[in-house]
C-alpha cells in the first residue's frame, strides 16, 4: 500500500487523546449499606464489569474512527505507479526504408504508429524517437500528431546508436519513472551482431515488426567502365535474396528517355551484374529501374550520373624516366617534364600533381613553390635521388609532416606487403595476393614521417608512404625508382600504383553517392571570395561545407540532402555539374535479429508481441486502486457504531 500524502500520517500521534480521555474518565461508586448485601454485592460486581467493558469498546470505536479518517485525507491505493511524478515513455519507432513493407495488418510503419496512437494512456508523457528526430516530454497529443506525420527516412542508423540515445538522455533519472520501447523490424547490418546489445544497462522493451514477404532482389551498386573515349560500359549489380527469379524487366534511362530495355533471370541468393554499354555521351544522368513486386520497392530505382571528365595535370620536375611518361598518356593525362634549372614556376598552381624525381636537394625557391602548391590543395610525389642532402629534404618535409628522413640503407630488400585497403588499390586486386614475384630494391632510405604505409619491406618499414598532412596527398617513395636502386618499374604494381596517385590527384566526382555518408566532392573551379557553391534540385537547395583552394572547391555533404536522385552542382545560376544520390544497400538486408536468443543473454531486455500487448501489461501493471472511499466508510461504520453502543449497551 502506498499513499498519494503520505504526510498526513503524522496526525496519528492524535490518537493519544482518546487514550488519555479514556484513562482520566474514572467513575467513583458510592457504597450503599443494606441489612443484607450478598445480592447487592453480586449485582455491584457485574455493573462495574459491564461498565469497564462498554468504555474499552467506546474508546476502540473512537480509536479506529480517528485512524480511518487521518488514512482517508492520506489518500491510500495500491499500484506499482508512483503518484509523485508521471511517467514518461521513451518511445524509438523505427521509420527506415525496410519498415516501408506489408505486414499481417498492413504498412509496417503506419499499423504501428496506429498502434501506439489507439493503445498509448491519455495522461502521460512521452519522447518519440525516430531515424530523423527526437521530440522530448511530449503530450499524447503531440504523440499522436508527430506519429500522424511521420515518413520514411533514408537514415539507417544502428539500434546499438537509438539505445545509446535514450540511455544517456535517462541518465540520473529514476527507472522506475521512465519506460524505454524499442520498435523496430530489428535488421542487421554487419557480422559483428551479438555485441549489439551490450550497451543495455536498463530494463528496455522490444516489439518486432515482421513482413510478410521472405524475397528481395536490389540494385546493389554500379561502377562505370571506360571502353573508349566515345564508349563507356554501364555495370549493374544486381542482389537477389531468396528464391530464383525468371524474366525481370530492367531498364536504364538517361534523365526520363528510355535508353536500354532488356530482362534478365537470377538464381537464388545470387548477386549478378548486368551490363549496359553507352556511347557519345558527354554528360548523362542515369537511371536503372528494376520492375518486380517484393519486399521493398525502394531499391528497385538507382541514380547515377557521369560528367566529362578532366584531363590530371602532371608536372615532372628532374630527371624524366621513359615507364612514366607510358604510363600518364595524353587521353587521360596533361604530362608536362622539366628539369628543375628550366622548370616554369608559373605552371605550378595549374597542375593536380607534381613529381619531384630524383632531386639532389631542394633550393628555397623551388621549396617555396612546393609549399604554396600543397597548401592549395594539390598532390605531391616525391621520389628521392640515390645521393640526396638529407638535411634538404626535411627542410622540406619538416614544414608538412613531423618527422623526417633519418639515414640511408644499403641493405637489400624485398616489397611484400600490400596495403589492399588503402585508397589507391580500389578495384585493383579480385582478391588479397600473398604469393607474387616481390620487387626488390638496393637502397632505401629510412624515415619516421608520420603517415599510412602504401607498400612495405620485408621488415614492416615503408617503401611507399603516404605522408599525414592538413592540405593535401603527399606519397614518399624511400628507394629511387631507376634501374640501379630497385627493379619496381618491372613489377605489376607499377602501373596501378603510379596511375591511381595521378588520378585521385584529381577527384572525380563518383558515379554516385549514398546519404546520410560522409561524402567529399571536388570541382575544379576557381571562385571569388564572397561567392559559393550550391547543391540543389527541383525541390529543395542548401549550402554545403566548403573550402576555397586556388584552383579548385572542396565541399562535403553528411546531413542534407535527405531524398535520393539527382542533384546540381551551382554557382549562381549556373551548373557545373550534376551528382546524384542513392540509399544505403545495407537498407535491402532480408537479416534481422533473433530477439528470443538476445532476450536470453541479457535480462533487462524483455520481448513484447505486440504493441497492443505492451501497453495492456505496463498498464496493468501501473494501475491505482484507491483506498480512501474504504477508510471512510470505516470511519462512519466506526461512527456509528460508538452512537449504538452509547444508546443501548446499559450499564
Known amino acids: 500500500m502506498q499513499f498519494k500524502y503520505p ?55 473512537r480509536i479506529l474512527s480517528f485512524t480511518a479518517l487521518i488514512f482517508t485525507f492520506s489518500q491510500p491505493y495500491f499500484g506499482d505507479k508512483k503518484k509523485e511524478g508521471n511517467r514518461q515513455n521513451y518511445i524509438y519507432l523505427d521509420n527506415s526504408e525496410s519498415l516501408n513493407t506489408n505486414g499481417n495488418n498492413g504498412n509496417l510503419l503506419k499499423i504501428a504508429a496506429q498502434d501506439i496512437i489507439e493503445n498509448s494512456p491519455e495522461n502521460e508523457r512521452y519522447s518519440l524517437l525516430t531515424n530523423d528526430d527526437f521530440n522530448i516530454n511530449i503530450s499524447k497529443k503531440e504523440l499522436v500528431e508527430s506519429l500522424k506525420n511521420i515518413r520514411f527516412s533514408n537514415n539507417n542508423t544502428s539500434i546499438h546508436d537509438k539505445i545509446n540515445t535514450i540511455q544517456t538522455e535517462l541518465i540520473n533519472k529514476s527507472i522506475n519513472l521512465n519506460k524505454i520501447l524499442l520498435i523496430s523490424d530489428f535488421q542487421y547490418f554487419n557480422e559483428n551482431k551479438n555485441n549489439e546489445f551490450t550497451n543495455v544497462i536498463r530494463p528496455i522493451s522490444f516489439i518486432k515488426l515482421n513482413s510478410k514477404a521472405k524475397s528481395n532482389i536490389s540494385i546493389d551498386s554500379v561502377y562505370i567502365n571506360t571502353i573508349s573515349i566515345q564508349k563507356k560500359l554501364v ?57 518486380f513486386n517484393d519486399s521493398f520497392l525502394f531499391d528497385n530505382v538507382f541514380y547515377f550520373s557521369i560528367n566529362t571528365s578532366n584531363k590530371t595535370s602532371i608536372l615532372n620536375i628532374g630527371k624524366t624516366l621513359p615507364f612514366i611518361s607510358k604510363i600518364f598518356n595524353s587521353d587521360e593525362f596533361n604530362y608536362t617534364s622539366s628539369t628543375l634549372r628550366k622548370v616554369n614556376y608559373n605552371l605550378i598552381s595549374s597542375q593536380q600533381l607534381i613529381i619531384l624525381n630524383e632531386l639532389k636537394d631542394f633550393s628555397n625557391v623551388i621549396e617555396n613553390s612546393i ?46 606487403t600490400i596495403n589492399f585497403k588503402h585508397p589507391l588499390f580500389n578495384d585493383v586486386f579480385v582478391k588479397e595476393v600473398k604469393n607474387f614475384e616481390y620487387p626488390t630494391t638496393v637502397l632505401n632510405y629510412n624515415h619516421n614521417l608520420q603517415g599510412n604505409a602504401v607498400l612495405l619491406f620485408e621488415n614492416k618499414t615503408p617503401f611507399l608512404h603516404e605522408i599525414t598532412n592538413s592540405f593535401s596527398k603527399i606519397y614518399l617513395f624511400s628507394s629511387p625508382l631507376n634501374i640501379q636502386s630497385s627493379n619496381f618499374v618491372n613489377s605489376p604494381l607499377v602501373v596501378p600504383t603510379l596511375y591511381n596517385i595521378a588520378r585521385q590527384s584529381l577527384e572525380l566526382n563518383k558515379p554516385y553517392y549514398i546519404l546520410h555518408k560522409e561524402n567529399t566532392i571536388e570541382i575544379r573551379k576557381k571562385i571569388e571570395k564572397n561567392e559559393i557553391l550550391k547543391i540543389s534540385n527541383q525541390r529543395k537547395s542548401f549550402i554545403p561545407s566548403q573550402v576555397n583552394f586556388a584552383n579548385k572547391v572542396v565541399f562535403s555533404t553528411l546531413n542534407e540532402p535527405k531524398t535520393v536522385g539527382f542533384y546540381d552542382i551551382l554557382l549562381d545560376k549556373d551548373t557545373l555539374t550534376s551528382i546524384a544520390y542513392n540509399s544505403s544497400s545495407s537498407e535491402s538486408s532480408l537479416a534481422f535479429y533473433n530477439l528470443n536468443t538476445i532476450k536470453k543473454e541479457n535480462k533487462n531486455i524483455e520481448v513484447f508481441g505486440s504493441i497492443k500487448e505492451y501497453f495492456k501489461e505496463i498498464n496493468e501493471k501501473n494501475k491505482v486502486q484507491s483506498l480512501w472511499r474504504l477508510f471512510l466508510a470505516i470511519a462512519i461504520v466506526s461512527l456509528l457504531l460508538e452512537i449504538l453502543i452509547l444508546k443501548f449497551f446499559n450499564i
Do not use: C, M, W
Open 7 to 61: 504526510a498526513v500520517l503524522y496526525f496519528l500521534f492524535i490518537l493519544i487523546i482518546p487514550i488519555l480521555v479514556h484513562l482520566f474518565n474514572l467513575q467513583k461508586f458510592k457504597k450503599i449499606e443494606f441489612t443484607n448485601v450478598q445480592f447487592l454485592k453480586k449485582i455491584s460486581l457485574e455493573t462495574r464489569k459491564n461498565s469497564k467493558l462498554k468504555k474499552l469498546l467506546i474508546l476502540a470505536t
Open 235 to 291: 555495370s549493374v549489380v544486381i542482389k537477389n535474396q531468396g528464391e530464383s527469379k525468371k524474366n525481370i524487366p530492367i531498364a536504364l534511362y538517361n534523365s526520363s528517355r528510355l535508353i536500354n530495355k532488356r530482362s534478365f533471370s537470377i538464381l537464388k541468393d545470387e548477386e549478378k551484374i548486368v551490363k549496359f554499354p553507352i556511347e557519345n555521351f558527354s554528360k548523362f544522368k542515369g537511371k536503372i529501374q528494376l520492375t
Open 371 to 416: 609549399l604554396k602548391f600543397i597548401k592549395d590543395g594539390g598532390n605531391l610525389l616525391i621520389i628521392p635521388n640515390q645521393n640526396i642532402e638529407v638535411s634538404s629534404y626535411n627542410s622540406l618535409l619538416k614544414q608538412i609532416n613531423t618527422g623526417g628522413i633519418i639515414n640511408k640503407n644499403r641493405d637489400s630488400l624485398k616489397i611484400t
